[in-house]
């Protein structure tokens, strides 16, 4: 996708501006999305990673990049906000090193093309019938062919680069429910909202009474990981802004065994 109606952001907030109106979101959220450090350089070359981490801001330092995008940022409610011991430590790294960074979480969960859920389903395969439920962040959709469930694992882990943990209730998986990340709260949801019988429901983890409501259930429930989920819609949106403007993109994975 090609443009040359708008010019190339030269400072943060012009991109900050620019990301608000791609990913707007009236979501409850519970961190700040958009700009969460305002750094000193112009916007040339920018980095996409899962998690604002040291790790991350040391490899984009090293290709010299300018910006960060990533699903979770450095800010969430909750959170002390005494800056001390590893806080203090890695918000001085980023104030240091002149980069900005800005996070987009539910927002970009839920963008019907450069979300995660959207780019899940996209490398899956899955052909998307809907997003309803928990602010649109529940999606349902269908295999075209259905995978034998002794196949599924090894399927997810094919197309994630994760070993998934599945728990079996020796269903034929066709159709899903998903969404990405730490969602297993919502399996309830997707049971009761489902437009069609549901055979498996798709996120990141899985908790104990979600076991034991799969089996009871007959619905398969795979826990893909979180990382692993949530690896996608940062690579749209850096894609995007290189497509766009006159901008370097590079996406550095970060591995998370979780």
């Not at 429901?201 to 990382?227: D, K, N, P």
Request: charged share 20%; glycine share 8%; hydrophobic share 40%.
């Amino acid at each position: 996708m090609q443009s040359t109606a708008l010019s190339t952001p030269q400072t943060a907030m012009e991109l900050a501006h620019y990301l608000h109106s791609l990913l707007p979101s009236t979501l409850k959220d519970y961190c700040p999305n958009g700009l969460q450090i305002e750094g000193t350089r112009s916007i040339r070359k920018i980095v996409t990673g899962v998690t604002a981490t040291l790790e991350l801001l040391e490899a984009a330092q090293a290709w010299d990049a300018d910006t960060i995008f990533v699903h979770h940022g450095l800010f969430w409610s909750g959170d002390s906000p005494c800056l001390v011991g590893w806080r203090r430590k890695r918000i001085e790294a980023f104030l240091q090193s002149g980069v900005s960074l800005y996070a987009y979480h539910l927002p970009l969960d839920i963008h019907p093309e450069l979300g995660n859920n959207a780019q899940l389903a996209q490398q899956l395969d899955i052909r998307v019938h809907e997003a309803k439920a928990e602010q649109g962040l529940l999606w349902f959709g269908q295999f075209d062919e259905p995978l034998l469930e002794k196949d599924f694992s090894e399927f997810l882990a094919l197309r994630l680069g994760h070993t998934p943990l599945v728990i079996e209730t020796g269903r034929t998986i066709q159709n899903v429910a998903w969404c990405t990340g730490g969602a297993q709260r919502y399996f309830e949801n997707a049971l009761e909202a489902a437009p069609f019988p549901l055979d498996a429901y798709i996120t990141g983890e899985i908790s104990e009474q979600y076991v034991h409501l799969s089996r009871m259930t007959g619905v398969t429930f795979a826990a893909a990981g979180h990382h692993a989920t949530e690896r996608y819609g940062v690579q749209a949106v850096g894609v995007h802004l290189e497509n766009q403007f006159a901008i370097e993109h590079r996406f550095i994975d970060c591995p998370s065994p979780v």
